[in-house]
């Protein structure tokens, strides 16, 4: 008998999630030598786990296919500089923004229950349907009469080449282990040294389990049953590719052709901008707006004056320092809503100062995360207690425990015993996104309850600040922030923690971690996987390979200029429901 997702509801989740990027938090007040204003942030949209996204007043159709449809215009939106534009490469918030206008995707998920859709009862995605007997061999389904912005039909082989593009090792791209749980992933990966240098090539250029039955039907054979594989088609990794990306990867991610509801007008302007225009062809819901122009800051608070001076229409996130302001000074065009962002310091456990969990823990026991919350977010934020949010089954309520719990006292002595930290410790982060005032805040309070004499402070601009991640060349404590692509906890925990993982920025490797999550991604029940995946962060909470700081709550204005603004709990706009009012 063959089961839908819908039906199956079975293990919610699977890693998916992308880099939070510019702006996930920050942090601007005076603070002092690790009192009171060094820690913590409160969300209000963490009590949520349904995904319910905050709309706001001043009229338009709020139905994608209502008589507001198409009203024409233009506006413009708020996004730091992507990494990249090819969706098997773009792994970070900024990037996803921009993908998401130009492409797509098989699956979606309702906005008020986070459930996972296709079919009918979706129509701006692609899968008509998704089947399977035993969770291990997969049948998709696509809808006739979609194509690419240029014309070209959309067909089963474009996401066949796509995910083989994603998959071969000598490609990199960073969403290759997306598709690791395909048969013949392995043969796809070429050897390479430490260094990450190739010694030989990849066995094959084509993934085993995947084959183009006829040209709207795909078949997807996983190499152990895999009862949440539909979520994972939702991902940027598993959208489609025109033939250009695979004559020329470099070319094509300056001007991506995507089947999505916006396609590219012109070519992207490095640090300046992005900009789309409406798809007349497209075979969805028509977006509202006639154009979209994505403005690039490398400072969120230049953004938010721009918006104040009727230059921007919209921002979806908000400098820590404008908080308090935002709701007085834009009323009802002052948009909050759930958040899956989570925001954390990674280790480099590849540095000999931080290999002891011991230190990695009194680090995190002597910080004080409720002041910073307070003084620095005014209460948006709340003081994370777990590894995984709580928009979603699976999370533990002071799971935790004492190793998230402010102590100064007790941190000291551990710090101590454990031999403490020779040298200056280096705290690294992303600039121009309002990080500068916590990660003092931090540092002070290590200094202050620590006695850490030396701290300097490392930041760039988020993409070399990835590309130094990916490089493996972070000396110290690094801010990074989490956003999932699935409602699962399983999220929170694979893409960042499982050995080898493109995101595993901290080098954590412990197989046992890694068996649990296997056994998690196999059970029969959601209940069984959440125990497995539970077990898993477990292990996280002993070896400490991060600091979970806060879970965040979505804050965003816009203009005057338009209406109907939504943020789901991806943090994301919906930019075809957007309404131009002049």
């Not at 594989?229 to 939702?234: A, I, R, S, T, V």
């Not at 004559?247 to 995507?258: H, K, L, Y």
């Not at 834009?330 to 759930?338: K, L």
Request: with cysteine; glycine share 10%; net charge negative.
């Amino acid at each position: 008998m063959k089961n839908r997702w819908v039906r199956i509801v079975a293990l919610l989740g699977v890693l998916s999630m992308v880099l939070a990027a510019c702006g996930d938090d920050g942090g601007a007040t005076d603070t002092t030598a690790g009192t009171e204003a060094t820690s913590a942030e409160t969300s209000a949209g963490t009590e949520e786990s349904d995904g319910a996204v905050a709309t706001t007043t001043g009229g338009g159709d709020t139905s994608a296919g209502g008589d507001e449809a198409a009203s024409g215009g233009s506006f413009s939106v708020y996004i730091c500089e992507p990494e990249f534009l090819t969706p098997t490469n773009s792994n970070e918030s900024c990037g996803s923004e921009v993908l998401g206008a130009l492409f797509s995707p098989l699956v979606t998920f309702d906005p008020e229950t986070v459930a996972p859709m296709w079919g009918d009862e979706a129509p701006d995605t692609v899968a008509a349907d998704i089947t399977s007997e035993d969770n291990q061999t997969w049948t998709i389904t696509l809808k006739d009469g979609w194509t690419f912005h240029d014309g070209t039909p959309l067909t089963a082989q474009h996401y066949v080449d796509a995910w083989n593009f994603g998959a071969v090792s000598t490609n990199a791209q960073n969403n290759s282990y997306f598709f690791e749980r395909i048969v013949g992933y392995a043969e796809t990966q070429g050897e390479v040294d430490d260094e990450g240098n190739e010694l030989s090539p990849p066995a094959a250029t084509e993934l085993a389990g995947l084959t183009v039955v006829d040209d709207l039907t795909i078949e997807v054979e996983l190499g152990a049953p895999f009862s949440q594989f539909p979520l994972m088609l939702g991902y940027t990794a598993f959208l489609p590719a025109h033939p250009s990306l695979i004559e020329d990867p470099d070319s094509f991610n300056e001007a991506p052709i995507g089947n999505g509801p916006y396609m590219m007008d012109g070519s992207w302007e490095h640090d300046r901008g992005i900009n789309v225009v409406r798809y007349e062809d497209y075979s969805g819901d028509a977006g509202n707006a006639d154009a979209i122009e994505f403005q690039i800051f490398s400072e969120l608070a230049t953004a938010y004056n721009e918006v104040l001076a009727g230059n921007l229409d919209i921002m979806d996130t908000l400098p820590p320092e404008q908080l308090a302001a935002a709701e007085d000074q834009f009323g009802d065009r002052y948009i909050t809503a759930p958040s899956s962002s989570f925001t954390y310091l990674g280790f480099p456990l590849y540095e000999e100062a931080f290999q002891n969990p011991d230190i990695r823990k009194a680090l995190s026991m002597a910080i004080d995360r409720q002041p910073i919350v307070d003084a620095i977010y005014n209460g948006t934020r709340t003081p994370a207690d777990s590894f995984v949010a709580p928009v979603v089954d699976g999370y533990r309520e002071g799971a935790c425990g004492e190793a998230c719990t402010f102590d100064p006292e007790a941190a000291k002595v551990l710090f101590d015993e454990a031999g403490g930290i020779d040298g200056p410790v280096t705290m690294w982060f992303n600039s121009g996104a309002g990080h500068e005032e916590w990660i003092e805040a931090i540092a002070n309070q290590w200094r202050q309850n620590l006695g850490i004499e030396e701290i300097v402070f490392e930041s760039l601009e988020f993409a070399d600040y990835l590309g130094r991640l990916d490089q493996n060349s972070l000396t110290g404590p690094f801010r990074l922030g989490w956003l999932m692509d699935y409602p699962s906890a399983e999220s929170y925990l694979t893409a960042i923690y499982t050995g080898g993982a493109s995101s595993n920025y901290s080098g954590y490797d412990n197989p046992d971690f890694d068996a649990l999550i296997d056994e998690g991604d196999q059970a029969a029940t959601q209940e069984e996987a959440i125990a497995a995946y539970n077990a898993a962060e477990d292990l996280l909470i002993e070896d400490l390979p991060s600091i979970p700081l806060w879970f965040r709550e979505e804050q965003g204005i816009h203009s005057e200029r338009v209406s109907n603004v939504t943020i789901d709990v991806f943090a994301h706009v919906n930019l075809p429901k957007v309404v131009v009012n002049d």
